[in-house]
């Protein structure tokens, strides 16, 4: 699975070296088994974040950006609804520069999709994000999120 507006594939190049360390990596280790934390890919440029949380409502699902860089989502366990649309035009709600992360107020108008265990998404800069949604009803998900420098 991936996505993208025609913007973002003329300005990015989405199967340059970074992103290929990111799906060979996802390709190499065994997901399952990977300790919830953070792994560094290639020093400050790709690191592999493994969560495991609870989805819940989307509506409560706070959407998200980064300026620096790419999330890939890829999916190891549970099912989730994941929220996306433009960035262009929504209202921020806080900044947190520290983490790369602009939140911003829920749009009244945005798209979804249900990633399954292996499905993977990749986010541009220009797109915000509402993770962490339950598609029908809450479960435990076990997600890997890569960063990529852009």
Not at 6 to 21: A, G, H, P, T, V
Not at 23 to 40: C, E, F, I, N, S
Not at 69 to 81: A, H, K, N, P
Not at 109 to 129: M, N, R, T
Request: hydrophobic share 40%.
């Amino acid at each position: 699975m991936y996505a993208a507006d025609l913007k973002s594939l003329i300005r990015y190049d989405f199967k340059n070296e970074r992103f290929q360390k990111a799906y060979a990596w996802l390709r190499t280790q065994d997901l399952k088994k990977l300790a919830v934390g953070d792994y560094t890919i290639e020093e400050n440029n790709v690191i592999a974040h493994v969560q495991a949380y609870m989805t819940k409502p989307i509506e409560q699902c706070t959407f998200e950006a980064h300026d620096q860089f790419f999330d890939i989502q890829y999916l190891v366990s549970g099912q989730e609804r994941f929220g996306i649309c433009a960035r262009d035009g929504l209202t921020v709600s806080k900044k947190e520069e520290q983490n790369d992360t602009i939140l911003y107020q829920a749009p009244a108008i945005y798209g979804s999709l249900i990633l399954d265990p292996g499905d993977f998404i990749v986010v541009s800069p220009e797109e915000a994000h509402a993770p962490h949604g339950a598609a029908d009803q809450p479960m435990e998900v076990l997600k890997i999120v890569i960063k990529v420098r852009i």
